[in-house]
């Protein structure tokens, strides 16, 4: 399963990004996939995130037959291989307004999940 992240540039909330992926992996479990791919497009803090959820889970994730691994993308990647992605999950502080990449997705009937946080 690959799934796309991005957030805000003021998004910093660890606990939200792990229930996003909560859902991400129960999606996996029912589509019985056995490895996720995490694009992130950023910002940095995303990116950490992702990296830091991937580093601290490996072996539960391991023991349980699924591989993770995360790479970064520029936003242009999605432009044009949105059509690879089956999760999209945006990241941002209440009253921000989303990204591009998010209409992108909602457009190509892409699953977008947006979590909004303060």
Same mark, same amino acid.
């Given at each position: 399963?690959?799934? *796309?992240?991005? *957030?805000? @540039? ?25 490895e996720l791919t995490i694009m ?18 490996? &072996?539960?994730?391991?023991?349980? *037959? ?36 998010? &209409?992108?997705a909602d457009d190509k009937d ?5 979590? @909004?946080?303060?």
């Amino acid at each position: 399963m690959i799934v *796309g992240v991005q *957030g805000s @540039r003021n998004f910093n909330d660890y606990s939200v990004f792990l229930r996003a992926i909560g859902t991400t992996l129960s999606m996996l479990d029912q589509s019985g996939d056995k490895e996720l791919t995490i694009m992130s497009a950023g910002p940095s803090k995303v990116n950490s995130f992702a990296l830091e959820f991937v580093n601290v889970s490996e &072996r539960s994730l391991k023991a349980r *037959g699924i591989r993770a691994k995360v790479v970064r993308v520029p936003a242009a990647w999605f432009k044009t291989n949105m059509h690879d992605v089956q999760y999209f999950m945006y990241f941002s502080h209440p009253k921000e307004s989303v990204s591009d990449l998010v &209409r992108e997705a909602d457009d190509k009937d892409i699953e977008v999940g947006i979590y @909004r946080y303060a």
